[in-house]
């Protein structure tokens, strides 16, 4: 099966920062890459999918990239109500592995 | 409005098998892009992937809980339907089910997602 890592496992910026999570698939899964944020008590919610685009609703500080087997997902300017949870996703094929999460809170 | 929503015990017994089950509205399960998985939250942890059916009823599972998962779905009642056997106290968690669309007949991404179940084993 392949493996999906993030890094760093947790983080601590301040409101406006620039704000890196990095995804990385033990096997290449071209751009079949999902991106979710799972705010505290509450459901997981869809960011980005296809890696880089960027699902309706969801604000344009938010954007992915990458393809292969490494991945971002880059909060240009970090607002208090991003404080949450991130994981990525492969879906190119079953099992549709999650990694195992960022949390990002406020310095 | 697509929605998904979990039911079941929100309490079983060590050794017990676990019935979920998630209804669905707002798209039909025999729609041939569609299909729905299950994915489990322990408390304080990750979303750990469990198990997937697809609307030609193709099935796929978790590697380290397959001997255990039985996913299944009544298209009629709008229903998947998750079993695992012989639970633990460790697989106490909320259990969410989640569409999935498949694009150009690949799988696609979880959206939406339900508002999950916590499942608490114990004796």
């Known amino acids: 099966d392949i493996q999906m890592t993030q890094s760093p496992s947790s983080l601590s910026a301040s409101v406006g920062d620039r704000v890196t999570i990095t995804c990385r698939a033990s096997?290449?899964?071209?751009?079949?890459l999902a991106w979710y944020q799972q705010k505290p008590g509450k459901v997981p919610k869809l960011l980005i999918y296809a890696a880089s685009t960027l699902q309706s609703g969801v604000p344009s500080r938010f954007s992915g990239s990458g393809s292969g087997t490494d991945f971002t997902l880059t909060i240009s300017s970090l607002q208090p109500e991003d404080v949450a949870t991130y994981y990525c996703q492969k879906y190119n094929s079953a099992p549709f592995t999650f990694g195992p999460g960022t949390k990002v809170d406020i310095k | 409005q697509v929605t998904l929503k979990e039911s079941g015990p929100v309490l079983v017994k060590p050794t017990e098998t676990l019935t979920l089950t998630c209804t669905v509205s707002?798209?039909?399960?025999?729609?041939?892009?569609?299909?729905v998985s299950w994915i489990r939250q322990p408390p304080g942890k990750a979303l750990e992937w469990l198990a997937h059916i697809f609307s030609n009823d193709e099935k796929s599972y978790s590697t380290s809980l397959k001997s255990r998962l039985t996913i299944s779905k009544d298209t009629s009642k709008s229903q998947v339907v998750l079993t695992m056997t012989n639970m633990d106290p460790v697989d106490t968690a909320t259990y969410y089910c989640?569409?999935?669309?498949?694009?150009?007949?690949?799988?696609?991404?979880?959206?939406?997602w339900g508002q999950g179940t916590l499942v608490t084993v114990s004796s």
């Open positions: 989640a569409r999935m669309i498949r694009i150009a007949a690949r799988p696609g991404w979880f959206d939406p």
């Open positions: 707002g798209f039909s399960l025999s729609n041939a892009r569609m299909g």
């Open positions: 096997q290449g899964i071209s751009n079949y």
